[in-house]
């Protein structure tokens, strides 16, 4: 395989000018601007917006980021516009705009949002052992480039989301949780990735990473914690620019389950070898020792072990989420997100009740919890391989 570009630079803050020097320098890193990106195309810019979070909480891409590339892109006569599709639209999307500062940065940039809620969605057929077709929205069908802008975090469920695990959000609204009741363990979800990172890539010019703050631990929400990553990353190549930060981790990239579907079809460069790097130090990024979610156990059971585990419930060894009532408001934002319906509300209480024996363990509700009301909780014999990470 072709050998890959990956540019990474040191940045300790969203200072204006300090981020977009940053990110033009990546850009350059790639090529000529002018050559990648076309005039009058329109360049949909997918973003990280889990929820209504503010970006100080390092839980969504910051408006930094995103303003640099928007002026970019300008620079060189395309059009951009913004879109993603918020995992949890309790009040709307109006104030997931609000709150993650898109809408006020859409205000001053002058560009638009897209709701891929609403714009529709399309059918696309994919290869994958139990998903058949996904429903795709017609934002990504629509625009003719799209740029990925992730953030840079641990994840309960994959244990890292960034390049490649944005690309869930092309799925607009309930059909997320659909999904993952059909790809129920991280090896089948893995594959369900790799199928929706096909749908994109010949129309993906490059991703960028919004890594100066991100999560560790259990991320990707309230449950994580906040870490200073101090850095700025990007690739053409998606693949390789994860398989580079999942070696930042300490993962070995030879044996991620995560990366195993994407090298088995080729759709990116895995291996270290092929990977050109520019930029600053690694030494001087701050990711090395993060510490990963309690989950990440899981990626080391074998696929057959990991399916019992996560779909059953194994009576001795377990890690599945559970609702702190102190912290619940009964909003029942969990009850609606379990892709299993796992989750229940008794008549003799205003809280949720999750079932264990029928949760799946894909930690959605410990995802979309806007209250810090879902933690994870385990059996004796997993507590003994799993140290507790204090929040």
Same mark, same amino acid.
């Given at each position: ?8 630079? /040191?940045?300790?803050?969203? %200072?204006?000018?300090?981020? =977009? ?38 839980? $969504? ?28 639209? $309790?009040?709307?999307? %109006? $104030? *997931?705009?609000?709150? #993650? ?28 052992? #139990? &998903? ?9 069908? %629509?625009?003719?480039?799209? &740029? ?12 890292? $989301? ?28 893995? /594959? ?14 490059? #991703? ?33 620019? %994860? ?26 460069? #895995? ?50 989420? =559970? ?50 009301? *879902? ?17």
């Amino acid at each position: 395989m072709e050998k890959a570009i990956v540019s990474a630079y /040191y940045c300790d803050n969203y %200072d204006r000018n300090k981020v =977009f020097n940053v990110v033009e320098k990546i850009l350059k890193s790639f090529g000529n601007i002018s050559d990648i990106i076309k005039p009058n195309s329109k360049i949909l810019l997918k973003l990280n917006l889990l929820s209504a979070y503010n970006p100080q909480q390092a839980i $969504t891409t910051h408006p930094e980021i995103v303003r640099a590339i928007i002026r970019i892109v300008k620079q060189v006569g395309a059009i951009p516009v913004v879109g993603d599709s918020p995992g949890n639209l $309790t009040n709307g999307i %109006d $104030t *997931v705009w609000e709150k #993650t500062g898109m809408f006020q940065l859409a205000k001053e940039e002058n560009i638009e949002l897209v709701n891929f809620e609403t714009i529709g969605c399309s059918t696309v057929s994919i290869c994958h052992p #139990t &998903i058949k077709q996904v429903y795709v929205s017609k934002a990504i069908t %629509d625009c003719d480039y799209i &740029i990925n802008i992730p953030k840079l975090k641990t994840h309960t469920f994959m244990g890292f $989301t960034c390049g490649i695990k944005n690309f869930y959000g092309i799925i607009p609204g309930i059909k997320k949780v659909d999904y993952h009741k059909l790809a129920p363990t991280p090896d089948d979800f893995a /594959y369900l990735l790799a199928q929706l990172y096909k749908i994109v890539k010949e129309k993906l010019l490059f #991703t960028v990473v919004d890594g100066v703050c991100g999560l560790e631990g259990n991320g990707p929400s309230l449950r994580g914690i906040k870490r200073s990553y101090n850095i700025i990353a990007g690739s053409k190549d998606t693949v390789a620019l %994860d398989t580079f930060l999942l070696r930042q981790f300490g993962v070995n990239t030879k044996v991620s389950k995560f990366l195993k579907p994407l090298k088995e079809q080729n759709l990116g460069n #895995t291996d270290l070898q092929n990977i050109i790097y520019i930029g600053d130090s690694v030494s001087k990024f701050n990711i090395k020792k993060a510490k990963l979610p309690v989950t990440r156990i899981l990626s080391m059971l074998p696929l057959w072990l990991a399916r019992f585990v996560g779909r059953y419930g194994g009576k001795l060894f377990w890690i599945k989420p =559970f609702v702190v009532k102190e912290k619940c408001i009964g909003c029942l934002q969990c009850m609606k997100s379990c892709p299993a319906k796992a989750i229940i509300k008794p008549n003799n209480s205003s809280k949720p009740f999750i079932q264990k024996n029928k949760c799946i363990g894909c930690f959605c509700c410990h995802e979309l919890c806007l209250h810090k009301a *879902v933690d994870i909780k385990k059996s004796l014999i997993a507590s003994f391989f799993i140290k507790n990470e204090k929040e």
